[in-house]
């Protein structure tokens, strides 16, 4: 495996440039936040390096193949495409507010392997859920003391966290079933902004407990 990436500012719409290594199949695509507004990247791929043409890539949370990898707001996406070209590039025309990374992965595996993986979760009972942001949701309020929030009292999966009001302190996130305490799993900065989302998928043998401490944040929690 081998990856590239690039920072892209409003004032530096650097275009993140890949050359394929002998031997993989698929492109894993990623336009990682966790702040920005108005980003719009063209994915690209040429055989010399000088004309390119546009590539479809698949979004690995569900949808129709594209080539505009055009995330929302605040929102961590990624795609995956058959490796067809000797050079690839995402080009970005635009970013309003921010900053972004760009990144593209070359992976030895199928295209149908990983959107398999990444779209289609297993529970305990064998049920596929369709997307990668998890199945179920819960709100954990703002904080007003130290508190284990249960998110999920057994095994699961943190895949997402969507920040709703402002908290000055940090909030953590642990593998437990009942107690702020054990592995972290998760972590949420003092004073982040409303509408950050933070993408995590980490696995969680024991549960899931948010730990509430004096204004931290409140969040929405996504998870299996």
């Known amino acids: 495996m081998s990856q590239v990436s690039t920072v892209v500012t409003p004032s530096a719409l650097t ?6 290594q002998p031997g993989e199949i698929t492109l894993q695509i990623d336009v990682v936040g966790p702040t920005f507004a108005g980003s719009t990247n063209v994915l690209q791929g040429s055989n010399d390096g000088t004309n390119w043409s546009n590539v479809q890539a698949t979004p690995l ?14 929102t961590t996406t990624s795609w995956a495409t058959q490796n067809l070209f000797w050079q690839y590039r995402v080009n970005p025309t635009a ?5 972004v990374t760009l990144r593209i992965t070359g992976l030895f595996v199928p295209l149908s392997s ?21 199945k179920s949701t819960a709100a954990v309020a703002a ?6 929030v249960v998110v999920k009292a ?9 920040v709703t009001t402002v908290g000055t302190a940090a909030m953590s996130f642990y593998d437990n ?30 549960g899931i407990v948010a730990g509430q401490v004096n204004n931290s944040p409140a969040v929405t929690v996504s998870y299996y």
């Open 15 to 20: 275009p993140c440039v890949y050359v394929s």
């Open 61 to 74: 949370g569900g949808g129709a193949p594209t080539s505009s990898l055009n995330p929302s707001n605040n």
């Open 95 to 99: 970013l309003s507010s921010g900053s």
């Open 114 to 134: 990983v959107i398999a993986t990444a779209a289609a979760q297993v529970g305990a009972g064998g049920e596929q859920f369709s997307s990668a942001g998890g």
């Open 143 to 148: 904080g007003v003391g130290t508190a284990a």
């Open 154 to 162: 057994s095994a699961g999966r943190l895949c997402r966290v969507l």
């Open 177 to 206: 079933a009942s107690a702020a305490s054990g592995t972290v799993i998760g972590a949420i900065p003092a004073s982040a902004a409303v509408g950050t989302l933070y993408s995590w998928d980490m696995p969680a043998a024991n």
